[in-house]
């Protein structure tokens, strides 16, 4: 039997994502305004905001659930909190 936190969990990094993506739109919605070039501008902005929020979304998730499983499972909320830093480091390094 499933509990809430194994359905709510990637609800909530998806959301995030979700969230980040949606920043994004009104300049999506912007560029396909552009004569001639706006679908293939807004598509090209489409597909790197889908993938700066991914990355960005799924960071941030992941630090908000590293952070609280570190008081319940110190291991499981290290291992979280180094996929964390990979993650900040392809934001900054990128």
Avoid at 74 to 92: D, E, H, K, Q, V
């Amino acid at each position: 039997m499933e509990t809430a936190g194994n359905v709510i969990r990637p609800v909530g990094i998806l959301l995030s994502v979700l969230g980040w993506w949606m920043l994004f739109s009104p300049i999506i919605t912007l560029l396909k305004w552009i004569p001639l070039v706006g679908a293939l501008l807004g598509s090209i902005v489409s597909l790197a905001a889908f993938i700066f929020s991914l990355i960005v979304g799924g960071t941030t998730a992941c630090l908000v659930l590293a952070i609280a499983w570190l008081v319940f499972r110190p291991l499981i909320g290290a291992s979280l909190l180094t996929l964390t830093g990979i993650g900040l480091y392809l934001i900054f390094a990128f």
